[in-house]
């Protein structure tokens, strides 16, 4: 039955660095067609957030027991009227806490082993069920649903991707500054480039739209489009 339910939904696969903007447009996608709405990255800032949590290092040497923890992972999203879908681990929302600049970088820590990834895959791909899926993340396209009609991957220049992380971050985070979120940023984008495991990087036939210099409206009026010319008939206009 869930084979059948998976085949019978469609998934829109949204990808990009850091500062694209891709949660806010997959939010927004998924808002707009009334489908479900996969924010990848949040389940491996969840990781490192449960691990710091529980005192497990962010290191090699606890892989296994990263992936167990991914594996077992209590994780639930509440689609919010306004503003970011809410993130609740164990029943604690936590949603302010994931953007926080330290477990972005433990994210991409994790996101780097095996075992975290494999635990997760199962997870994320359950999110798939009808009437659709649009999903958000680094390799959404690539390998967690190769198969998607319409994939999308976003770029932007690292300027601009560090100026929009920091209005975000400067509201919650007190001693943050531009330079440092620039320095994070291209460290993340370098590690996230060259990693063994699942590099990001745009899936074959993937549509790509660069943010730099247009709206989010405009962005997503490209990316329904695309959908529409991907999926013709399986979404709702309005």
């Known amino acids: 039955m869930a084979a059948q339910s998976e085949e019978l939904a469609p998934v829109v696969t949204i990808d990009g660095p850091s500062g694209t903007g891709k949660g806010t447009l997959a939010n927004l996608l998924a808002r707009k067609l009334d489908w479900h709405y996969l924010d ?8 490192a957030w449960t691990a710091l ?19 077992t992972l209590n994780i639930r999203f509440e689609p919010a009227a306004e503003g ?5 681990i164990d029943g604690q929302e936590v949603t302010q806490e994931l953007r926080s600049g330290p477990i ?12 975290v990834r494999d635990g997760l895959l199962e997870l994320q791909r359950s999110f798939r069920r009808p009437p659709g899926l649009v999903a958000d993340g680094r390799d959404m396209g690539t390998v967690v649903f190769p198969e998607a009609p319409a994939k999308i991957f976003l770029t932007a220049t690292a300027e601009e991707r560090a100026r929009r ?8 985070e007190t001693d943050v500054t531009l330079e440092r979120i620039t320095q994070e940023l291209r460290q993340r984008d370098e590690r996230d480039a060259h990693r063994n495991v699942a590099p990001l990087r745009a899936s074959e036939g ?4 660069d943010t730099t210099n247009i709206s989010i409206d405009a962005v997503l009026a490209e990316a329904l489009e695309r959908v529409r010319r991907c999926i013709p008939g399986k979404f709702a206009d309005g």
């Open 104 to 115: 972005s970088e433990g994210a991409s820590v994790v996101a780097a082993m095996q075992p």
């Open 84 to 88: 970011p879908v809410r993130v609740y």
């Open 40 to 47: 990848s990255g949040a389940l491996y800032r969840a990781v």
């Open 206 to 209: 993937a549509y790509i739209i």
């Open 53 to 71: 949590r529980d005192g497990l290092a962010l290191e090699e040497r606890e892989e296994e027991s990263l992936g167990e923890l991914a594996r």
């Open 165 to 172: 992380r920091y209005e975000q971050l400067r509201a919650h």
